[in-house]
């Protein structure tokens, strides 16, 4: 568990930021985790592995006997951080650089880990880009665009691409976010992706379920990762999360054994379609 403190002292980096940079520093090793071979011979692909939920999520998949690859913009000092952390279990794995708002580096991504790693069996699908504006009228069509070309268009490539490579067994995990159960008033664009995020899990989860491939979504409520600090002003940072009724924002070892409950069959083989929530203890309608 982390401390109940919600503040965090007043700060900001530039995008995409640094794991190093932040105050106080994330808890995303999984120090604590214990595996229990649950993904024993596995392959998993991550987006967005390189820091923060991504980071957490390869190592408790490492932990759980997986091989990984990870995928990320240009975070290079953070990406070989969470290499070593997976290697460091013993398992293998490939970082990939570069950026997945491009539709040839989504199938990319997929070639490369099949390639070099041997298969595929489990993707999570969780990069993504935001930035809080005031108005609606601050979003113009570039950033709308590239909004939705990161945080949504990248999940259906990536996924695309290895549908050929996933076989009965099989786990897609897609991050989505509170916002996308709620909206944001700041995150509208974002927001809006998230929503987007939530209804492609249900269309895959029942168009694939023939196959044998199961398809949810973690949506965590805030989490402290370096998105927090490279987007908001100081005074949202200082007071990120606290809002919730746990009164502080997450830490990523709090959300990645979502994941692992996901991505293991011994778990959650029952499990399609479905969206967790782990957002502390606030309430949704509906």
Same mark, same amino acid.
């Given at each position: 568990?982390?401390?109940?403190?919600? /503040?965090?002292?007043?700060?900001?980096? @530039?995008? &995409?930021?640094?794991?190093?940079?932040?105050?106080?520093?994330?808890?995303?090793?999984?120090?604590?985790?214990?595996?229990? @071979? %649950?993904?024993?011979?596995?392959?998993?692909?991550?987006?967005?592995?390189?820091?923060?939920?991504?980071?957490?999520?390869?190592?408790?998949?490492?932990?759980?006997?997986?091989?990984?690859?990870?995928?990320?913009?240009?975070?290079?000092?953070d990406?070989?951080?969470?290499?070593?952390?997976?290697?460091?279990q013993?398992?293998r794995?490939?970082?990939? /650089?570069? @950026?997945?708002?491009?539709?040839?580096?989504c199938?990319?991504?997929?070639? /490369?880990?099949?390639?070099?790693?041997?298969?595929?069996?489990?993707?999570?699908?969780?990069i993504?880009?935001?930035?809080?504006?005031?108005?609606?009228?601050?979003? @113009?069509?570039?950033?709308?665009?590239?909004?939705?070309?990161?945080?949504?268009?990248?999940?259906?490539?990536?996924? /695309?691409?290895?549908?050929?490579?996933?076989?009965?067994?099989s786990?897609?995990i897609?991050?989505?976010?509170?916002?996308? %159960?709620r909206?944001?008033?700041s995150?509208?664009?974002?927001?809006?992706?998230?929503?987007?995020?939530?209804?492609?899990?249900?269309s %895959?989860a029942?168009?694939?379920?023939?196959?044998?491939?199961?398809?949810?979504?973690?949506? &965590?409520?805030?989490?402290w990762? &370096?998105?927090?600090?490279?987007?908001?002003?100081?005074?949202?940072?200082?007071?990120?999360?606290?809002?919730?009724?746990?009164?502080?924002?997450?830490d990523?070892?709090?959300?990645?054994?979502?994941?692992?409950?996901?991505?293991?069959?011994? %778990?959650?083989?029952?499990?399609?379609?479905?969206?967790?929530?782990?957002?502390?203890?606030?309430?949704?309608?509906?």
């Amino acid at each position: 568990m982390s401390d109940d403190t919600s /503040r965090h002292p007043p700060q900001q980096q @530039d995008p &995409p930021g640094r794991t190093a940079d932040m105050e106080p520093g994330p808890r995303d090793e999984m120090r604590g985790y214990r595996g229990r @071979d %649950l993904l024993e011979g596995r392959v998993a692909l991550v987006t967005g592995g390189d820091s923060g939920i991504g980071r957490a999520v390869c190592v408790a998949f490492a932990k759980e006997g997986a091989d990984v690859a990870l995928a990320y913009l240009d975070e290079d000092e953070d990406a070989e951080h969470t290499a070593r952390l997976v290697r460091e279990q013993g398992g293998r794995c490939l970082t990939l /650089r570069g @950026d997945l708002g491009d539709a040839r580096h989504c199938a990319e991504v997929v070639e /490369r880990t099949v390639a070099e790693l041997g298969g595929l069996d489990v993707v999570v699908n969780n990069i993504a880009t935001q930035e809080p504006v005031d108005a609606p009228e601050e979003i @113009d069509d570039e950033r709308w665009l590239r909004t939705f070309e990161v945080n949504v268009h990248s999940f259906f490539r990536v996924t /695309r691409a290895a549908l050929p490579h996933l076989g009965r067994g099989s786990a897609i995990i897609n991050t989505g976010s509170v916002n996308g %159960l709620r909206g944001n008033k700041s995150l509208i664009d974002y927001s809006a992706t998230k929503g987007a995020v939530t209804a492609l899990t249900y269309s %895959l989860a029942q168009s694939l379920v023939d196959r044998g491939i199961r398809v949810n979504c973690v949506a &965590p409520g805030p989490v402290w990762t &370096p998105l927090i600090p490279a987007t908001m002003p100081e005074d949202k940072v200082e007071s990120f999360g606290e809002q919730v009724p746990m009164g502080r924002a997450a830490d990523p070892d709090e959300i990645a054994p979502s994941y692992v409950f996901f991505a293991s069959e011994t %778990l959650s083989s029952y499990y399609t379609g479905e969206v967790l929530a782990p957002v502390g203890g606030e309430t949704m309608p509906g």
